[in-house]
């Protein structure tokens, strides 16, 4: 059973900063990309960032220059350090890693449940 666990969401002001943690625990042998995806109301799901085990990042073009992703794979931890936040950055945030449960099985998806960012005065 594989766990991701999202947290520091929360409500903050236009201009402010938030940190968004998700921590990946239970049977897992490797992990390669992590990941944050979004969803405002009333839209799809988009891609925000993802990070390889490597290290390589790739941004959605609204979010380069103001969020940045990280990861340690040590603690099966990925992190988005979000800075001069938008009412437009208001979503469920939802982080996302591609992993082994053993070297025998392929790799699969796993979500976490999500965490609210309201940017909001």
């Known amino acids: 059973q594989v766990r991701l666990v999202e947290s520091g969401g929360g409500l903050v002001q236009p201009g402010g900063s938030l940190r968004l943690s998700c921590a990946a625990s239970?049977?897992?042998?490797?992990?390669?990309?992590m990941g944050w995806y979004r969803q405002a109301p009333g839209k799809e799901r988009e891609l925000v960032a993802t990070?390889?085990?490597?290290?390589?990042?790739n941004y959605a073009d609204s979010m380069k220059g103001r969020f940045t992703i990280s990861r340690d794979n040590g603690k099966n931890t990925v992190y988005l350090q979000m800075n001069s936040l938008k009412p437009e950055d208001t979503a469920v945030y939802y982080c996302?890693?591609?992993?082994?449960?053993?070297?025998?099985?392929?790799?699969?998806?796993?979500w976490g449940q999500g965490t609210q960012v309201t940017v909001s005065s």
């Open positions: 996302n890693a591609e992993l082994r449960g053993s070297r025998w099985e392929r790799v699969r998806d796993y």
């Open positions: 239970g049977r897992i042998f490797s992990i390669n990309a």
């Open positions: 990070i390889t085990s490597g290290g390589n990042t």
